[in-house]
């Protein structure tokens, strides 16, 4: 039994216990939900993750899962795994199903007696899991797997195909994967003649924060033929001087709250800078980040059709594309 204190060999590299964590935030850290978006999408520059050409192709698949992220709770209802699911937090609402399944704390605030109580034989952590729990996981024999937030689609892919063989279900991952990169060459192809347009896309407010390069948001801007203003930046704080002197043709604003709430105060704060393209030709737009920020390869899709058709007005994408 696991919880004998004996560990068992790592589902992914015999004698290993567990794939090392990435960096430390403390369990008793607290961090206002309307900034989730933005500290996901921070956590994309930072720490390891195992590759899924690392890991042997026929794993033995795990039985009793807990996941500790919204976004491995997704992918793994969306490759068919969530009956192995015994326990996920309470930020994983998606799908409908996710919100049966047993509740075991927050991302920042696991139960570690909530989830050793449900046996688990694989935990997938988030870069929000602290290595103080890991080691408690560890020492009583369970498995941890970490996902990092992905820095591109190719590593939204990747970290789905390898929760594809964590859990036995490879081949429903990989039909999924290829019908999404299938499906994103085809927009790239189909936006390729038009005209580029400048975008900045923010993803957080007090202080402003932009998509930048070397992320996966940076990606739903330059295959839909966008121009990144700050695609150049490796940090993603930025401020409004640089933004008017980028002179976007169209701002994204991807941040919680909706047209009623934070979202729409920032965008009507755009608004307001009468000397912008965007704002002379009503370009702002406010897009929910639940659908850009926290993608799996068939949401990213999805966000990149819906980018395409606000850069290039007057552009419809077939379902399917």
Known sequence: MWASGH?????????????????????????????????????????????????????????????????????????????????????CTRPPAAKQKEKIGTVLQPDIEKIISLSPDLILATGLTSPQQVAQFTRLGIEVVHFREPRSFAEICDNFLLMGRLTGHLPQAERLVATARKQVEAIRRHVAA????????????????????????????????????????????YDYER???????IILVVVMGGENGMAGQERRKWLNYRALAATKNRRVHVIDPDLLCSPTPVSFVKGLMLVAELLHPGLRLPEGQ
């Open 243 to 249: 933004v008017l002197a980028h002179d976007p043709d």
């Open 7 to 91: 560990p068992r060999r790592s589902r992914l590299f015999p004698g290993k216990r567990s794939v090392m964590p990435i960096p430390f935030f403390s369990s008793r850290f607290s961090f206002p939900r309307r900034y989730w978006p933005l500290l996901v999408l921070l956590l994309a520059a930072s720490g390891q993750v195992v590759s899924a050409a690392d890991a042997p192709s026929t794993p033995p698949p795990a039985r009793r899962i807990v996941s500790l992220g919204p976004i491995n709770t997704e992918n793994l209802f969306l490759m068919g795994a969530g009956d192995a699911l015994v326990g996920c937090t309470t930020y």
């Open 194 to 237: 038009l005209p580029k347009q400048k975008v900045f896309m923010q993803i957080g407010v007090d202080p402003l924060f932009a998509a930048v390069g070397d992320t996966f948001t940076n990606d739903y801007l330059t295959f839909s033929g966008g121009i990144n203003i700050a695609g150049g930046e490796t940090a993603g704080q």
